[in-house]
Every structure is written in C-alpha cells, then in structure tokens.
C-alpha cells in the first residue's frame, strides 16, 4: 500500500522559505510516477503548486514557479518542497500526491499539513 | 492557460435525489477531466476519471461524462455519506500539468 506522509515546519516567518518534506512508504520513487504538491488555503479549493519525475524532471505551476523548487531524495525515498519570499497568502494545507503520466490521477495522497505563514 | 467554470459553489439536495455537477473548460480539453471528493480534514479522493470512468471501488451511484468544454458529474441517489465537495480537474500531460474547479459544496437539505 503506497503512503506518503509530509512532515516540517507548521509556522513560517513573512519573506521566509517553507520547506517541506513527503516519505514515501510502499512504493519506490525510482520505479516511476510523477511526484507532486497541491495546496488548499483554509477555506478555499485546490492549487496544484508543481511535480517531479522520478528521473528528476520537475513542473511547476507557472503563477508560483518563480518561488518554487520541488527535488527528490531516491535514496531516502522522499521529495521536498521549498517556496521562497512566503506571504500571508501562502498559508494553507500542503498535501503532496503521486500522479501517473497519462491522467495526472491523483490516486494516493498524503494527509495533509497545514502551514502558517505569520510573524 | 484554461480556466474551469464549476458550479454550483454550493448545493443542497434531500437524500436519494439525484445530483448534477458541471464543469465547463476555457477551451477544448477532450476528455481530460478527473472528478474528486473531498470531506473535511482529508485528501481528496479520485471518483472519475478521464471524464467518465469510474474509479475502481467507487460506487455505480456515481458518474460522469462531457467532452471538449462541458462535463457533468452526477449522483444518481444521494447518500448521507455523499456530503463533502467535489472538485473537477483538468490536466494536460505533456508535460504534466493540472487545474482545479472552484469545487462545489454539497450538503444535506
């Protein structure tokens, strides 16, 4: 059964970097799949913030690609999050996900956690 | 980039009525559609997929079709359990790449 759990910081300082981590349990990252992160602000629907291949490949969302760096640990079978210069409008519930190729399906998700940007 | 136009935002319906959701695409997006449910405090999780394939494991109740711009996605008896919201999404895989409706808020009249 494949897992994903995200772990780091829930409270980050205005024009400072969230930095977050997904283990993977039950799949290897290095067998395949697209790696990715999606955001949801309290209250509000779904963001998709970018993806990562397995080879390292990575695909961001053009609104936040300029802050966003996605890379992947094979070895630890894990990948990680950074968004840089973080505002108010970056706190929400950061859930990574592992989506196929062919449908961007978005079958195993991690439970969530909730980031809070403020002072 | 293409914009998704779901509605309603919200919705109440009396258990084991029959209940529509649509999403309309900015522009041709042939069948690339997945459905989602999402309750409170959890992930969401796939129902359809490709327009209207149902996800293994999802109740028959539940369905979808559309190709190009609209797309509907349809409870054919709703179920206490059937309260949460539902978000549309499209994607593009070349490369890979993918928006959310607005989502609609489901609840129990």
């Known amino acids: 059964q494949v897992q994903l759990q995200e772990s780091g910081p829930g409270l980050v300082k205005p024009s400072e970097t969230l930095s977050l981590t997904c283990a993977v349990s039950g799949y290897s990252i290095s067998s395949g799949y697209y790696w990715g992160w999606i955001r949801q602000p309290p209250g509000k629907g779904l963001e998709w913030i970018g993806s990562i291949y397995h080879s390292g490949s990575t695909y961001y969302n053009p609104s936040l690609k300029s802050r966003v760096t996605i890379s992947v640990d094979t070895s630890k079978n894990q990948f990680s999050l950074k968004l840089s210069s973080v505002t108010a409008a970056d706190t929400a519930v950061y859930y990574c996900a592992r989506h196929d190729s062919s449908s961007c399906l978005l079958k195993y998700w991690g439970q969530g956690t909730l980031v809070t940007v403020s002072s | 980039d293409i914009q998704m136009t779901q509605s309603p935002s919200s919705l109440s319906a009396s258990v084991g009525d029959r209940v529509t959701i649509t999403c309309q695409a900015s522009q041709d997006i042939s069948n690339y559609l997945n459905w989602y449910q999402q309750k409170p405090g959890k992930a969401p999780k796939l129902l359809i997929y490709?327009?209207?394939n149902l996800e293994t494991g999802v109740p028959s109740r539940f369905s979808g079709s559309g190709s190009g711009t609209d797309f509907t996605f349809t409870i054919s008896s709703l179920q206490p359990e059937d309260i949460a919201t539902y978000y549309c999404?499209?994607?593009?895989?070349?490369?890979?790449?993918?928006?959310f409706g607005q989502g609609t808020k489901l609840e129990i009249k």
């Open positions: 999404q499209q994607y593009d895989n070349l490369p890979p790449r993918y928006t």
């Open positions: 490709d327009a209207s």
